[in-house]
């Protein structure tokens, strides 16, 4: 997967901001009367609220099979503790995203280009996608429900989350925008402190990303 190239500061920002999120799933007594659709969107957030680390297996624009761990967590930045986002893929590619103003990557060599933000919601990471369920199953809009897959717009990518009919809980992401396409099978991981140090470890290296192309 070739992830060069530059992105504009305005995806860098809707990538942090959606990083960023709320960390707030409404509760069913909130909404009178909810339509099934949000039902099902906060029951799908509050599966990825419960969880800061998520594992996908994805590919994307047809490419090989990438494995992934994305880890929420809180983070050291300039000193200061921060909350974001961390990705890691087993071909060498890292996304390293903590708002306002971080978004670093390392690139494995020959890698495919692809947005940060569509990388994010194939790995899963849990508040990319939970901000944006919060928000569309309180406004009761948005929302498309169609035999178990949950579909919605954000920041200009469509994601559909499969849905485990049982649980409702996501069991799959698909993303399409106007440059890529993916899908993903993810599944929740109980994080440990041992897992956590091991994830975060060797942040050197990489770069600040800064400038072209968008979703």
């Not at 707030?24 to 800061?52: E, G, Y």
């Not at 897959?149 to 990518?157: D, H, N, S």
Request: positive net charge; charged residues 15%; contains cysteine.
């Amino acid at each position: 997967m070739r992830r060069g190239g530059w992105i504009t500061a305005g995806v860098a920002g809707a990538v942090l901001a959606a990083v960023l999120g709320t960390g707030f799933v409404v509760q069913r007594a909130v909404l009178p009367m909810p339509k099934q659709k949000s039902v099902v969107a906060l029951r799908a957030a509050t599966w990825l609220q419960r969880h800061r680390l998520v594992q996908s297996s994805f590919t994307v624009n047809g490419g090989p099979m990438v494995t992934s761990s994305c880890l929420q967590a809180w983070f050291v930045v300039d000193g200061k503790r921060s909350r974001g986002a961390l990705l890691r893929a087993d071909d060498g590619y890292v996304l390293f995203a903590v708002p306002p103003h971080t978004l670093l990557a390392r690139s494995a060599q020959g890698a495919e280009s692809s947005s940060p933000l569509v990388l994010l919601e194939l790995a899963g990471c849990p508040r990319v996608l939970v901000r944006r369920l919060d928000t569309l199953a309180q406004e009761r809009q948005g929302l498309t429900l169609d035999n178990g897959r949950l579909a919605f717009v954000l920041k200009g990518t469509h994601v559909t989350l499969t849905l485990d009919t049982k649980s409702g809980a996501p069991t799959a992401v698909a993303v399409r925008s106007a440059k890529a396409s993916g899908r993903a099978q993810i599944r929740f991981v109980s994080l440990t402190p041992p897992v956590q140090r091991q994830l975060s470890a060797g942040l050197t290296g990489l770069h600040a990303l800064n400038g072209v192309s968008g979703p």
